[in-house]
């Protein structure tokens, strides 16, 4: 497998156009194949949000 080619301006490219379209980016990840993922904070669930629905789960009315 050859080695992908990317630069450090496709990852700024691909970060402004998220920015640039309102997205809130959280990260991105550069696959083997050289595709980068753009990663959004909407798309991710945070960690308060899930100890929050485990705290609402245990503390349910029965």
Request: a neutral charge; zero cysteines.
């Amino acid at each position: 497998m050859a080695k992908a080619h990317f630069t450090q301006a496709d990852i700024k490219r691909a970060l402004k156009v998220a920015h640039d379209v309102g997205l809130n980016v959280a990260g991105y990840r550069i696959e083997p194949d050289g595709s980068i993922q753009v990663m959004t904070a909407e798309a991710a669930e945070s960690a308060a949000d899930r100890a929050l629905a485990v705290w609402e789960k245990s503390n349910a009315p029965r």
